[in-house]
């Protein structure tokens, strides 16, 4: 099992930056693969990023190709997202989330998610 806990959230600008930070307990973190998600008021819970349990696999929803970068230090047991160029429509509650597998594909569901950081994005 795995517990994840998001930080970094915050009130920017747009076209600003931040960086979300999922740290996550136990000692077999480089076992997951992991993802970010996010959800905007009213609207349902979107997938944002993936990345493979290796980092060197990622995956990216065509909203944040260009501008979102994920990685992760399993050294750290941590996961990151930089968001670069951020708009008013990124503005959402972030989720970091597990999914106990080495494959470098994404999943259909992932079994652990975090409490969410919220990121608000003024124009």
């Known amino acids: 099992q795995v517990q994840l806990v998001e930080s970094g959230g915050g009130l920017v600008q747009a076209g600003g930056s931040l960086r979300l930070s999922c740290a996550a307990s136990?000692?077999?973190?480089?076992?997951?693969?992991m993802g970010w998600f996010r959800q905007a008021p009213g609207k349902e819970r979107e997938f944002v990023a993936h990345?493979?349990?290796?980092?060197?696999?990622?995956y990216y929803a065509d909203a944040v190709k260009g501008r979102f970068i994920i990685f992760r230090e399993n050294a750290k047991n941590m996961l990151y997202l930089q968001m670069n160029s951020l708009k008013p429509e990124d503005t959402a509650v972030y989720y970091c989330?597990?999914?106990?597998?080495?494959?470098?594909?994404?999943?259909?569901?992932?079994?652990?998610w975090g409490q969410g950081t919220q990121v608000t994005v003024s124009s």
């Open positions: 136990g000692r077999t973190f480089s076992s997951y693969r």
């Open positions: 990345v493979s349990w290796s980092g060197l696999t990622t």
């Open positions: 989330a597990a999914d106990l597998s080495r494959s470098a594909s994404i999943p259909t569901s992932y079994t652990y």
